[in-house]
């Protein structure tokens, strides 16, 4: 078993009355291996000036865990059958909408990764396989029910 750990910060600003609701959603992600990450509320659930737009939200760090993993997963797969990968990007698009009961969650992520390879790229069916392989492994992907598709970017 892996125990995994994050702290999540925040403090109410001397000038603030909280009950009013007119607080800053802003705070900070602190991870074991000393990353200080600026988090905030997404400016598209709570407006301005009380979210910060520079800051990473929740739902796209949600969107960006998910790609990652399936980045990692697909890179060490790639490595054990022998295709040298020279970069990697995805540009991951998660879709937020309301459920039955109206409540507001990621419905789907759909990743577009574009892969560059150094000698032999793999033929399309192969990489496909590759990215599905990837995403059966992710541990991420096995945690959510949100939908998880995959469109490779030429």
């Known amino acids: 078993m892996i125990d995994i750990e994050a702290t999540v910060s925040w403090s109410r600003q001397a000038h603030e009355t909280f009950t009013d609701q007119r607080y800053s959603r802003a705070h900070t992600w602190h991870f074991d291996g000393g990353a ?32 990652s993993c399936h980045m990692l997963v697909f890179l060490f797969i790639a490595a054990k059958r022998g295709y040298a990968v020279d970069s990697y990007r995805d540009r991951a698009q998660g879709l937020m909408e309301k459920n039955q009961q109206g409540q507001l969650y990621i419905s789907r992520v759909t990743l577009h990764p574009r892969v560059a390879y150094r000698d032999t790229a793999p033929d399309a069916a192969t990489e496909q396989a590759l990215h599905h392989e990837a995403h059966a492994q992710c541990f991420i992907a096995n945690s959510v029910r949100t939908v998880i598709d995959t469109v490779i970017e030429p």
Request: proline content about 12%.
């Open 36 to 67: 200080d990450v600026a988090a905030s509320s997404s400016p598209h659930i709570v407006p301005l000036p009380y979210s910060v737009a520079a800051h990473v939200d929740p739902e796209e760090a949600y969107v960006a865990s998910l790609s």
